[in-house]
């Protein structure tokens, strides 16, 4: 009646040893680490170990190990000082195309992380770290649409020969005037046709009179938001942030955290910069031969192409194109099976590159990227033929990583609009590792407490309990850590939650079964009823608790959904740790005993007689 099988008893034993492996992580803490990263595919980090080792040798530094892990390499040091020497020495020693920073890393075992038992995340309140605030200007995004428009009405009209005073702008339209009402009707149809997603008023019979909708308004509000988030991510990355928190905040703001990041302006400096793509035509080799002499001629600007051999590149100083024509940028193959980046312009790119093509073929044009004040050429192919209609192959000396790396520069090398930052925040780690102390002694302290009147007032079902209660918390931590999840402050206070509705559902189990002790039930069929009439009850209670985390998980954001996951989380471990635990221990204390007389459960008050 009372007993289990074997196999549940080695299951329960399993899914406990299971949570302790997967908890161990977390008691480790992090370690000061300077990483190397690239977000290019054609560097390759681990190169890099054996020239930052003897680098830091040849210095009197020593590290406590290093290691390749997601694509970055990672040194270890003893303290945050010893970080800070090694910082500079490892910038240099990596060069161009590396990325390094400054982190925190765990400091757990390398056979725990082999088995993917990492530590949960520390959100920025318990890690400490920075919080941006940053506001997009929306005006700026629209007067590059407007920009746009009138970039296409004076081709189109320039395209049809429709002679024209001029495109003014005036607020946020933009006016186009003609010598008589012919012309007027004429170039209504071309753009029409061309500018089908702005609204075309004609005032009077000689001015056409161009603006943006208010749906297109809203789209464009959107897309800036969001292509300023993807390439905030991006830039991010490069900060080498565990788990960084980018998300919306009301129709035109974005809030940056970065949990455990300790160069803060180096911070400030990535995610704030604006970087720009242009489109310039290479100049000849004679000139090229002058200019590397130490000559540049006018007119021109001696640069490098990207990659591990950097190639001089004489350019125009003429910008012909930028990268705001590009609307997609993916890595692709030539017909001959090369790695190539496909391009695809929107109407106004198309125009001047078909227009650029056609009267420079065979020559080289260069894609140079802007990035704080650094010019770059990311390619300068050979234009075979004349380019139309808007979608562009760009083919060359590249291999497959390279031409990733390309696509990935023109995709998301610039912001929709430009942002400003108007509220930072930073938080010291001693104030996270302050706020992670006090959330552990409350959890602590609570736990302490509800152990003790457990077992004081139910005995030996209050250990069975207690000991359920523990492993709840142990299933908890382990699935956070093992989902990576970020934990904050909030989930501190969902473990603690979560902690007394889990031995909610062992007062249920142990009232039950002295209910039925009270009826005259024998003790092993009392424990046995315990546990089968409570589990209605407690799974009722459970999903009414778990819908509300749902609900909050769903429709909340930031601090709540941390709060929700846990929460959810918790919910579905208690109800596990309270009846299944639990009861393997009943059953493995009294299941055995066939001629039972009573049970330690506490006093089982007897209703008086009337």
């Not at 300023?228 to 919306?248: D, K, M």
């Not at 031969?289 to 190639?311: K, R, S």
């Not at 000396?397 to 998301?412: E, F, H, K, P, Y």
């Not at 009823?529 to 429709?555: C, H, P, Q, R």
Request: hydrophobic fraction near 45%; proline fraction near 4%.
């Amino acid at each position: 009646m009372n007993r289990y099988p074997l196999w549940k008893y080695i299951l329960v034993v399993i899914t406990i040893l299971v949570a302790c492996l997967y908890t161990l992580p977390n008691f480790f803490g992090e370690t000061p680490a300077v990483q190397v990263s690239t977000n290019r595919q054609s560097l390759n980090v681990e190169a890099l170990q054996q020239p930052i080792a003897n680098a830091l040798q040849s210095n009197g530094i020593s590290h406590n190990g290093m290691f390749v892990a997601d694509g970055s390499l990672k040194v270890r040091f003893s303290d945050e000082e010893t970080q800070l020497k090694a910082r500079d020495i490892i910038e240099k020693t990596a060069g161009d195309g590396y990325i390094t920073a400054l982190n925190l890393i765990p400091d757990s075992p390398a056979w725990l992380a082999k088995i993917r038992a990492n530590p949960m995340f520390l959100g920025l309140d318990l890690r400490g770290g920075v919080h941006f605030l940053m506001q997009v200007d929306m005006d700026a995004a629209l007067q590059k649409k407007l920009d746009s428009f009138a970039g296409d009405i004076r081709r189109s009209l320039r395209t049809e020969k429709i002679r024209n005073s001029g495109v003014t702008q005036n607020g946020n339209t933009l006016s186009v005037s003609f010598q008589d009402p012919t012309t007027a009707a004429n170039a209504l149809k071309v753009l029409q046709k061309n500018l089908f997603d702005a609204e075309i008023a004609q005032p009077d019979e000689k001015t056409l009179v161009v603006s943006i909708p208010n749906r297109a308004l809203m789209q464009i509000r959107e897309e800036a938001v969001k292509q300023n988030i993807n390439t905030l991510h991006n830039r991010v990355n490069e900060l080498g942030v565990a788990e960084p928190v980018i998300q919306q905040a009301g129709s035109d703001r974005i809030v940056v955290q970065l949990p455990g990041i300790q160069d803060t302006a180096r911070a400030k400096d990535i995610i704030g910069r604006t970087a720009t793509l242009e489109l310039h035509m290479v100049a000849d080799d004679s000139l090229l031969q002058q200019a590397l002499a130490g000559v540049v001629p006018t007119g021109y600007e001696l640069l490098y192409e990207a990659g591990e051999n950097p190639v001089p590149v004489l350019v125009s100083t003429q910008v012909e194109l930028t990268g705001d024509s590009i609307n997609s940028a993916q890595q692709d193959f030539d017909e001959n099976g090369a790695p190539a980046v496909a391009l695809r312009l929107n109407n106004q790119g198309a125009a001047i590159f078909g227009d650029l093509t056609r009267a420079n073929v065979g020559k080289r044009m260069a894609m140079v990227l802007i990035d704080q004040g650094k010019k770059e050429v990311v390619t300068a192919p050979v234009i075979r033929t004349a380019i139309t209609g808007g979608r562009v192959q760009i083919s060359g000396a590249m291999n497959v990583a390279q031409a990733i790396d390309t696509a990935l520069l023109l995709r998301s090398g610039s912001l929709a609009a430009p942002m400003e930052i108007i509220e930072e925040r930073t938080i010291g780690p001693s104030l996270g590792r302050e706020n992670i102390q006090k959330g552990f002694r409350s959890t602590l302290w609570g736990f302490v407490a509800v152990a003790v009147f457990m077992i004081i007032y139910y005995r030996m079902f209050g250990l069975f309990s207690v000991i359920a209660l523990t492993s709840n918390l142990l299933f908890l931590i382990a699935i956070l850590s093992a989902l990576q999840a970020t934990l904050t402050l909030p989930g501190i206070a969902a473990i603690a939650l979560t902690l007394g509705m889990a031995i909610d559902a062992n007062v249920l189990i142990n009232e039950r079964i002295r209910e039925e002790l009270r009826d005259g039930q024998p003790p092993q069929m009392a424990i046995n009823k315990g546990y089968e009439f409570a589990w209605g009850t407690i799974v009722d209670s459970n999903i009414t608790s778990l819908i509300a985390g749902l609900a909050l998980l769903i429709f909340g954001s930031g601090p709540v959904r941390g709060f929700a996951v846990v929460h959810c989380i918790g919910i579905l471990t208690s109800m596990y740790s309270a009846v299944v635990v639990s009861r393997s221990l009943a059953n493995l204390w009294y299941g055995s005993r066939r001629k039972l007389k009573s049970i330690s459960i506490g006093t089982v008050y007897q209703p008086k007689a009337e």
